[in-house]
Every structure is written in C-alpha cells, then in structure tokens.
C-alpha cells in the first residue's frame, strides 16, 4: 500500500524560487519543501552578480523593460516583463525583511544601496553582496526556514509523477528508499530550476537535469522556447575550476576581453563590445576559440585597482587564488559554459500552469521574461518575484487562469522522421557527451537530427526517463525554429525571422 500525507502546499525544489514561496506562506498553512540534497546545492546559491532593480533617480522602468526586450531578442512577453520588472523594489525589500544585507555604496554616508552595472544594462541598476550575492540571500533565508514550523522539509525524494484528475493537480507521487510514497496537497509548485546538467561543461548543480520540464509536459502542460540554452560567456577556463563562473560584474566594472595575441576582440563583433548581451558576447569568444585552437580568451583586469578587485570581487579573488591565479596581475582563462535555460514550463507572471493548482517557479518556468536570452541579474529577480506573487495568488484562491500568448504566434510542427541510429549505450555520462556536441553555442540541422534519432532510439529503451524526455522537447524546438535568434543560432539558418514566434510543444 502507498503511504499518503497531506499538505496545503507541496514545493518541489528548495532554490530561491522554492524558499521564496514557502515563506511567503502564512504559518496557517502547511508546507512540504522538497529537496534532493543539501539545502545550498542550487543554481541560486552560486549565483555571483546579483539583482537587477529600477532603484536610481536617473532609471526607469520602461528603460529595464526595453533592455531586457532588446537582450531577449524581440521573444519577451512585455506584459509580463512589465508585470515582473515593476515589482523589483518590494522583491528587494523583502529580501531585506529576511536578513540580506546588501553592499551600500561608500561615496554616500547614507544607507543608499551600491548598483553595479553589467551588460546589456544601460543603467547601474545591479543590487548586490560583493560577488556572492546568492550565497548570502540563501543564507539569509535558510536561517528563516529554521524558524519555520509549519514547513516541513522533506529530503532525498525522487518525484516520480503529478496527481492530476480532469486538469487540477492534486499532489506528487515519490519514491524513497524503494518506497513509492504520495503527497497530497490542495497545490504544488515546481520550483525545480534548470536543464545544466544535461551538458558536459555547465555552472548548474548536479540536481539540474530539467527533470521538472518532464514532470509538467508528462502532466500535461505545454512546454516553451526550450531551444533557447544561455552559455554564459566567461566560466573559468582552468583545471579544478569545477563550473565556477566569472561574473558578468568584472566587465561591468572595466574587465577586457582578449585572445592568445593580447588584441581586445569584443569592438570586433559589437559596438557595446564586453557589455553586450550574454548570447553575443558567448558567440564571439566562441568563434577567437576556434581561430586559437580550442585555447581559451582572457577576461583581463590588471589595469585596475588591485584593491578595488579585492573588495568588490572577493569570492572570485579567493577562487582563482586557490588555483594558483592571481586575477590583479594575470589575465583569467574564460570559456563559455551553459548557464540558463531561457524556456521551460509556460507559466503567466503569477506562476500559473495548464493545470489547475500547478504553480512553476523560477528556472523551470517560461514567463515570457527572458524571450531568446536572459538579460543579466534577472532571473534571481524573478524567482523572488513570482514566488512571492504564487504564494499570494494561493492564499486568495482567485480565478485561475491558464497561461496566454497574447499576440505571440506559434512555431508550425514539422514532421521529424527519425533515421536509424548505431547501437549507442545510454549512460548520464553520454547523454552529456551528446548533448555538448549537437546542441552548443552553433549547432547544424545535421547534427540535430541526428541527436534527434539518437534521443527517440533511448526514449524507446528508457521511456520513464525524465532526462531524454526534456532533451527531445529541446531538440524538436530547435529543428522546428528555422532561424538564428538569442541563444539559439543554426548554421543553414543564420537569419532572424520578420515575425515573432514561441516554439510551443502541446500535451502528450
């Protein structure tokens, strides 16, 4: 017989998106916070830059709108951009409200919050703890959790499947210990983050697997965008580095891009050169890479104030230290590494799915904010921001609403006929190995369809496998987008198309 146990709320993922929810919750209602792992084992906890917030006299919001709109590359949903960018300041607050204590700026003798600046940002609109941002926000909110009685976190829980009945979700099916056990809750929330680790070089966390992807699409939902994978530009290129990324920060605050030959590259390919959206920038370091032999870039920062770096940049100083690199003095090896997954489950700003009662949060969503490329310092934002909004929308137990394109069109589905395939072993290992070589920063309609072929022989083998389920919703998002936009870039079809359109994969 299955063991069953009731809650008000199940969340599955305990990032920034999942602690926001659960404690945004009021202490009447109970709550069962899933996590796999430590509780710091998440994308959220190794984000560096920080949060981006229209906070400076001299901002706006409709500035941060359209910087985001231009770095998603005309694929935002505005309304929901707008919905979430406004929101910002009381997100910060609340954070505040938590315990983070965010970096003042020292020109000022008042309490006014540092801005930094990073690229695609025309404004220092960045608020931020030195270079470790994510750390000391879940911190700040694990010491909450603590006080939190009526949340219950429950750990080492594989989700094996969504309660539905006639489109409501009703709870998890899990399995521990060999024991399939069920959690029934008057809502759910999919707080489960990105798809990282279905590559070989990413800053994901070993939980990032976009297991949460497959949970909604077996469920039901429509998935969107997925195609569109963010590399980010400068993960440290050195052994030991072990995914650890060098904040867009650096070049916010004077870093240099430069080849083996010491030449300054990023004027080469953008008049905004090193501030330039994340996808640009990966492209460019991606292409001086071939040209040099598959050798790393160099992010510089040498001509600048060895303390400066020091005070603003500590974790990075202390990282690079540690591996024998002295970033004041020498020039740091940079080579991109999937970082973001721009698509997910379709959500509208308050988190709602297709089904009833079924909430997604954060990475695993598909808001519309980041469109073909995450602006930078906006997804911790939206974390906060949606999270604290579905928690609300819960409370009040308003009309739910199912998720609207508005005037977006729709990509038409092309018939893919899957060729035979060679024996190939399944293992994660390989699916990584895949994955990085047909599915990178340039990919090809050939090597395409052959990860296609490759992915549908597994699925047959492996068909409960959540890994191979999402990996097959992005690589048929990719095939069926016959242009080059954002994160998504396709050597027989470099151009972008006049109009604007979602790749959207229907319920099974």
Known sequence: MVQSFEYDVVIVGAGLAGLTVALSLPQNMRVGLFLKDDIHICSSYMAQGGIAAVLAETDTIENHVENTCIAGAGLCHVENTRKILEQAPEAIEWLQQQGVVFDVDPSLETDVLHLTKEGGHDHRRIVHVADHTGKSVIQALVKQLENAAHIDCLIGYDVESLI????????????????????IAKHTVLATGGVGQLFERTTNPITSKGEGVALAWEAGCRIANLEFIQFHPTGLAIPNADGFLISEALRGEGGILRNVDGHRFMPDYDERAELAPRDIVARAISKEILKQNQQPVFLDMTHLDAEFIQNHFPAIYAKCHSLGLDICHEMIPVAPTVHYSCGGVLTDALGHTDIEHLYAV?????????????????????????????????????????????????????PLNAATTSEVDFSHE???????RYFGIVRTEEGLMR??????????????????????????????????????????????????????????
């Open 451 to 508: 990860l296609y072929a490759q992915l549908v022989t597994w699925k047959k083998a492996f068909p409960a496998n959540k890994m191979i389920t999402t990996a097959l919703l992005m690589v048929k998002g990719a095939l069926n987008r016959r242009e080059s936009r954002g994160a998504h870039f396709n050597q027989e079809y470099p151009s972008v198309m006049h109009d604007v359109f979602y790749s959207i994969h229907e319920e099974v």
């Open 164 to 183: 539905t009945r006639e489109k409501n979700c009703q709870g998890v099916v899990c399995r521990k210990d060999d024991e399939q056990r069920a959690f």
């Open 430 to 436: 390989i699916l990584q190995q895949w994955m990085s």
């Open 362 to 414: 954060g990475e695993v969503a598909c808001t519309g904010l980041h469109g073909a490329n995450r602006l930078a310092s906006n997804s911790l934002l939206e974390c906060i921001v949606v999270g604290r909004s579905a928690a609300q929308d819960m409370v009040e137990q308003a009309v739910w609403n199912i998720p609207h394109l508005n005037e977006i069109q729709v990509l038409a589905q092309k």
